[in-house]
């Protein structure tokens, strides 16, 4: 299965200024400063004991999401396809390091490199094959490298082959395996049904049309699409690949949450937030980064502009989704603890500051509309200068409610304020902009249990 299971991240950082200085990465088969071993979180002697059995299009994947950030900063490429789910029984650290050093050797003598990583699968072997394109150079690898990782390989009863030429080259590798019968299910949905992740990660709510809106921002194809399968079955999810993509998406769309890499095209990931976080309408949507940069001034510069969370690559599938409920299910207790107040006296402690302007702007443009029975939300977001669209989801997303219901929730509670003075009811229907007696009092005993006469009543 596709765990992705990790006790730290790798240093891109330190690995991508290495690939500045020098120009090249150092080969890493002897077992040490492999950026894949160690975010294994394996001690050195787990390292050099033999696994029987691992699965190896899982452990491929874990190769390829660690590294993938690092051909993207080369203005380079790492895709793959690799649904199958082959056993291999040899000696897993002796694989990881084989890998390990020939991702490395592709970024040490490639220019930008387009690499893109398949497998054929058959009842008793398994072939993977790295097809390297664009900047390759003539004879990219020098004898020892590549001997280095064919020795490796040898020692799992392992092939490994080279083509070169001018335009391209072509590394496979067949390994003995079994096949496992998968049913057709993709990495996503096999690890959530081994891990039963979505009865962990499961939301905790009572309203049957409690359905967030999470948009997904990743420029790599393959995690974009596992990510969406990871989160279909909780939440609507909308995908982005560019800043500038997932700018116009949250705009149009006002999603309730956001999972962004910071390393986009046309407008990164942090630029991305503050984009947001000037637009009215948007500036109230959580922002969580899933990134592959570790460098501590990345986390701080994204948790000092408004990030709710920042994960680095590779990463827990468990622990995304537990913080993605965290954040979402939280504002959404918010904002039905109401108390019997009205919005902005309820939420007056639990929102930033950029939010409750909003909302004590709102509560007072409706404070002086209030009364004619024609307000609804087509009005309001004109005068707030928002589309209609823009309006419902920002109200949605911060009161758990409609404009309409707002307006609504409003009226009423100026109608009790009205019913304490006495006046009757008929005509405090009127003053706060219900078109008919029968509508109010139908309203107001579904907001309070009890008929405006049966309130006045009680006084």
Not at 301 to 324: C, H, M, N, R, S
Not at 352 to 370: G, K
Request: aromatic share 8%; glycine share 4%; charged share 25%.
């Amino acid at each position: 299965m596709w765990r992705w299971f990790a006790t730290g991240a790798i240093d891109i950082t330190r690995l991508l200024k290495t690939i500045t200085k020098t120009g090249k990465l150092e080969m890493t088969y002897r077992f040490t400063g492999s950026p894949v071993l160690s975010y294994l979180g394996t001690t050195k002697e787990a390292k050099r004991t033999h696994i029987p059995n691992f699965l190896a299009e899982d452990e491929l994947i874990k190769h390829l999401i660690a590294y993938e950030p690092m051909f993207t900063s080369l203005r380079g490429s790492l895709r793959w396809d690799l649904s199958s789910c082959s056993i291999v029984t040899a000696d897993l650290a002796v694989f990881n390091a084989a890998i390990d050093d020939l991702l490395l050797s592709i970024l040490n003598h490639c220019v930008s490199p387009i690499v893109v990583v398949t497998a054929q699968a058959n009842e008793n072997s398994l072939k993977v094959v790295f097809k390297v394109t664009s900047g390759v150079r003539a004879k990219a690898f020098s004898d020892t490298d590549f001997q280095q990782i064919r020795k490796l390989m040898r020692s799992l009863n392992a092939d490994a082959s080279l083509a070169e030429s001018e335009a391209f080259l072509t590394i496979e590798i067949t390994l003995s395996a079994k096949q496992r019968l998968v049913n057709g299910e993709h990495p996503a949905e096999r690890q959530i049904t081994q891990f039963n992740l979505h009865e962990l990660a499961r939301l905790n709510n009572d309203a049957d049309n409690f359905n967030p809106l999470v948009l997904i921002v990743e420029p790599n194809d393959e995690l974009r699409r596992f990510l969406v399968r990871l989160l279909q079955p909780d939440y609507r999810v909308l995908e982005a690949i560019t800043g500038k993509q997932a700018f116009e998406i949250a705009c149009n769309d006002i999603p309730d949450l956001i999972v962004t890499d910071v390393l986009l095209q046309e407008l990164d990931g942090l630029s991305l937030l503050k984009e947001l976080s000037a637009q009215e309408s948007t500036s109230h949507i959580p922002v969580m980064f899933l990134s592959g940069i570790k460098a501590s001034e990345a986390k701080i510069d994204a948790l000092q502009l408004g990030a709710v969370d920042y994960l680095t690559k590779p990463f827990i599938a468990a622990e995304l989704l537990l913080k993605i409920r965290n954040v979402v299910q939280t504002r959404y207790r918010v904002v039905l603890s109401n108390g019997g107040r009205l919005p902005l006296d309820r939420l007056k402690n639990a929102l930033p500051e950029r939010e409750l302007e909003f909302l004590t702007r709102l509560e007072r443009l409706v404070a002086l509309l209030f009364a004619d029975p024609e307000l609804d939300t087509a009005s309001l977001a004109t005068h707030l200068a928002m589309s209609d669209r823009q309006l419902q989801r920002k109200v949605k997303a911060l009161l758990h409610q409609t404009p309409v219901e707002y307006i609504r929730e409003y009226r009423l509670h100026r109608a009790k304020e009205h019913l304490l003075k006495g006046k009757p009811v008929a005509l405090v229907s009127d003053l706060v902009g219900f078109a008919s007696p029968s509508h109010f009092s139908k309203c107001f005993k579904l907001a309070f249990q009890q008929t405006p006469s049966e309130f006045a009543q009680s006084l």
